[in-house]
């Protein structure tokens, strides 16, 4: 069951690379024989296969490596959200502190 390539592709997109991996797996083309049906080199076929079998390795991995960098840019954002909602409750804090203090912003409590 695969898919049908037309014969004058003028943009290889990922579902097209897809499709001609697959064919060569299926042994249904070689490298060779899809270069010169398609005008590609077959060093630019080669590369799609490889990354093709690369990513289907680390998909097969307990802790896709793609999950693992999302998760911890998650994490990285959520540490700076932390960090400016400290710095804003140091800054009420402080703010609150000074009107204690003087309610009219001196910084110096008035002797009436």
Known sequence: MSEELPED???WTSKRR???VL???RGETTV???ARQYDLKPSEIEQSYETFLDAG???LKSRPKEEIE???AQIAKLQQKIGELVMDIDIIKEVH???KLDPFGS???SED
């Open 70 to 72: 999302r998760k911890d």
């Open 57 to 59: 390795e680390n998909g």
């Open 97 to 99: 502190h000074m009107s």
């Open 107 to 109: 910084g110096w409590r």
């Open 9 to 11: 592709i003028k943009r």
């Open 18 to 20: 897809t499709a001609l």
């Open 23 to 25: 064919q060569i797996i």
């Open 32 to 34: 060779n024989e899809a």
